[in-house]
């Protein structure tokens, strides 16, 4: 969003304060600041992770959008950029960091591997898309995804935000009490363990011995 | 290409009779070695017959005839062809080899990957556990009578991709509809999850010593990784501390392990091709290399000349653009955050336009075929290498050099701080640069030639002392000399041909193994492949520079500050994807 969509232009400025006073609504500015100072999690997990710092030098430039800043603490960022195969070995440590972000936040699938499991789908130690676990904002084909690939999600990214308003965000809404997007922390077990589903786990794999012995 | 030089020359039947017997598998080369005598006969390769460097360390799961076996490739480090020695045993649980630990230090970790993904059992090593899963997962992925969730068939293609409008996804074939298996009965609720750290910090216990007038200095355990700025991706590091000097370490990976090995006897020989570009992520090029060179020498067939000559391009670009991001990484680990980087990035944006241009990806390349490469280069590309070559990069060079190799930091952070000795290196299975800076000059393009570097005049490079000045100054005199080969290569590549082969979506590959190596910019990268004379591989292992280099990665760090662990890491120039796989 540029500045002169920033402003309302129904409501008349005086000629002589023109250049001094801009008359918006509260979203308008609220969501201009937070979309133009996006700060990712600087956490590489695999291929995805070298487009990014190629993103981020002199030929693409992430700075352009706001989006130079890389947190190596999860406590300082907005985004987590997902950028690689996610393990199961990885998925506990991933979705801790997760849950240590503040709101607001967002999560970007960075090619093929985070979106879905990609060419490594059918590995044993392979999550098929960081979805199962998080909220994914936007996703991001490719693989991997080149720079220009990335920025395009990034100014999706940017689109989400400009939609948000301060009345409906989660992370303001009294009821939620500042846990709405708590993620129970994956276990590894003889597999992975996703908390959520261990009834499920349980009487499938208790339902099939049954089964078996009858 | 010289074919598998002969080991038959070094006679160990002789030396050990009714011990070791010769290998009569057609295409097998080597010796098979009796279990019990396994020590005393490496031993014996070590010191009599001076193979002082033992490279790689797998099984292979042998599941019709019963057996598995370890094999074992030892060289020297003067150069010239190796030793294949193997040992066999019947495929009954507990499978038990005796460790070589105490001979070969270097297959230390190598062994605990075999133990993870094999359930071969080292006995006498000292820290026997899983490596790349975690302690705790349900079986030895990589046997053949194992299946992952997602199975479908034993070989690709499978059935299920022919486009028949019968296409059933993965995740419905699977009784939890994701990529998850359980053993029966199985308890979620009951599982208690940490079994695991507890085994990794009591093999750091041997650290905590009490002191002999009964005090005890508390030690503590940190834990550097898997989300660290400095660790080059998903590395970890359990970094027992005595103050703020390192008392202990041991690396943990396997948080990038994307079951590269058990995906590629699955796939057809080609359909590995893009699968090896993402191990080295940096080199995809020198990946494709050193996998055609291993298929090849099974396939045992010529490459032709100009793709020869195309290939050695690639891969020293590849090198060049590695060196220069290393050395833009390693000021980062120092401290001197992105403007380094960014001098690095910006010359290796313009050789990943060549190789967009020749191969129609930045990154993930695929573009060498067996027998040569997948499409020529033409004219533009051509000249946009002749003038990175000639016109910038040695330019480039020098001036990073000019910036980096007399600043006062950057000296009195870097000399003298110690890496690596000769000897040490040498006992780990340190291959690549960080070798070559402690004074050993093992380059496999010299030691071991493959491809067309023979033809090329070029120094190996080394440095004496083996701190952390020489393994910065190492790399950028081996861009230097990558360009000499480049700028000869380019003089020479003749016209003809790019693929001796006709173009196939399957190889013939006949009944065999083979041991394709090369010099990758970060050591030695090495595929093992055993065929069957299937479509598919029926052991496919990457012995990955990374992997083996962290072996040493204790030795490198104890009696140093933990400050310094950064930039030790930073030296060994790992990645992850290659070392975890």
């Keep these: 969003m540029d500045n002169e969509k920033l402003s309302l232009p129904q409501y008349d400025i005086p000629d002589d304060i023109q250049n001094a006073v801009a008359i918006t609504t509260l979203d308008r500015l609220y969501n201009w600041g937070r979309r133009s100072s996006v700060w990712p999690l600087m956490f590489g997990l695999a291929c995805c992770a070298i487009e990014m710092i190629a993103a981020q030098a002199s030929r693409y430039d992430m700075a352009r959008f706001g989006m130079e800043v890389m947190r190596p603490t999860p406590r300082q960022a907005d985004l987590m950029l997902v950028s690689g195969t996610v393990t199961k070995k990885m998925v506990p440590a991933l979705v801790r960091l997760y849950n240590q972000m503040p709101e607001p936040k967002y999560v970007v699938a960075m090619g093929a591997c985070a979106s879905g499991g990609g060419p490594f789908k059918e590995g044993y130690n392979v999550v098929a898309g960081i979805d199962k676990f998080l909220p994914v904002d936007v996703y991001i084909p490719g693989c991997p995804p080149t720079p220009q690939a990335l920025i395009a999600g990034m100014i999706k990214l940017q689109e989400k935000i400009d939609k948000e308003s301060i009345r409906k965000v989660s992370w303001y809404n009294k009821k939620n009490k500042g846990d709405a997007n708590y993620v129970p922390v994956p276990i590894l077990g003889p597999d992975l363990i996703d908390p959520r589903r261990n009834a499920e786990i349980k009487s499938t794999y208790a339902a099939k011995a049954t089964q078996e012995s009858a | 290409m010289a074919a598998p030089a002969s080991t038959l020359t070094i006679d160990l039947v002789a030396r050990f009779p009714g011990i070791v017997t010769a290998e009569t598998r057609p295409n097998f080369a080597g010796f098979i070695v009796e279990k019990d005598a396994l020590v005393e006969v490496a031993t014996a390769i070590r010191d009599e017959f001076g193979f002082d460097l033992l490279t790689a360390v797998t099984g292979v799961d042998y599941h019709p005839e019963n057996k598995m076996e370890v094999v074992y490739h030892a060289y020297k480090t003067t150069g010239g062809p190796g030793l294949v020695f193997r040992v066999q045993v019947p495929r009954v649980d507990p499978v038990e080899v005796p460790s070589l630990i105490e001979v070969y230090p270097s297959a230390d970790l190598q062994e605990r990957e075999a133990w993870d993904l094999l359930g071969i059992k080292f006995t006498g090593h000292p820290d026997l556990r899983r490596i790349l899963m975690w302690e705790g997962y349900e079986g030895h992925p990589l046997r053949k009578d194992w299946q992952e969730p997602f199975y479908e068939e034993d070989f690709k293609p499978f059935k299920s991709r022919w486009p028949d409008g019968k296409h059933v996804s993965a995740e419905d074939k699977t009784p939890l509809k994701d990529n998850l298996k359980f053993p029966q009965d199985f308890d979620p609720e009951k599982w208690i999850p940490d079994e695991a750290d507890k085994l990794l910090y009591s093999s750091l216990e041997r650290y905590t010593v ?142 990943l336009d060549i190789f967009e241009e020749v191969s129609g990806a930045r990154m993930m390349c695929n573009y060498l075929r067996f027998g040569g490469v997948v499409r020529d280069i033409q004219p533009t590309a051509m000249q946009k290498i002749k003038n990175l070559v000639f016109d910038r990069l040695q330019a480039k060079t020098d001036e990073m050099e000019r910036f980096l190799s007399e600043n006062e930091v950057l000296v009195s952070r870097l000399k003298g701080v110690r890496v690596v000795d000769a000897e040490t290196a040498i006992k780990f299975g340190v291959t690549g640069p960080v070798l070559r800076a402690a004074g050993v000059p093992y380059d496999l393009r010299r030691a071991d030639p493959y491809s067309v570097y023979d033809r090329f005049d070029f120094d190996v490079c080394t440095r004496q002392n083996g701190d952390m000045m020489d393994n910065y100054l190492i790399r950028i005199d081996e861009i230097r000399q990558s360009l000499r080969i480049l700028e000869q290569a380019i003089k020479q590549i003749p016209e003809g041909p790019i693929n001796s082969q006709k173009p196939a979506y399957q190889v013939r590959v006949p009944a065999g193994e083979a041991y394709g190596r090369i010099e990758s910019p970060k050591g030695e990268l090495a595929f093992y492949l055993v065929s069957n004379g299937k479509p598919n591989p029926w052991r496919y292992h990457v012995r990955p520079a990374s992997f083996v280099n962290i072996t040493c990665l204790e030795q490198m760090c104890i009696g140093t500050k933990i400050a310094d662990f950064v930039a030790l890491l930073g030296m060994l120039d790992i990645v992850m994807g290659e070392l975890d796989r």
Aim: charged share 20%; no cysteine.
């Design chain 2, 210 to 351: 009490k002191s002999e007038d009964g005090m005890s200095t508390d030690r503590i355990v940190v834990n550097m990784g898997p989300q660290h700025p400095s660790t080059h991706g998903v590395f970890r590091a359990a970094i027992t501390l005595d103050g703020e000097t390192i008392a202990g370490l041991k690396p943990v990976v396997g948080y990038l392990h994307r079951n590269h090995d058990k995906i590629g006897e699955r796939n057809t020989y080609l359909q590995n091709m893009p699968f090896t570009d993402r191990l080295d992520y940096f080199n995809s090029m020198s990946n494709n290399l050193g996998y055609a060179i291993a298929v090849e020498k099974l396939m045992k067939i010529q490459v032709a000349e100009r793709a020869e000559y195309i290939r050695v391009i690639m891969a020293e670009l590849s090198r060049v653009q590695n060196h220069l991001v290393f050395v833009g990484m390693l000021l980062n680990d120092l401290g001197a955050m992105y403007t380094p980087a960014l001098y690095a990035f910006e010359e290796r944006e313009l050789i």
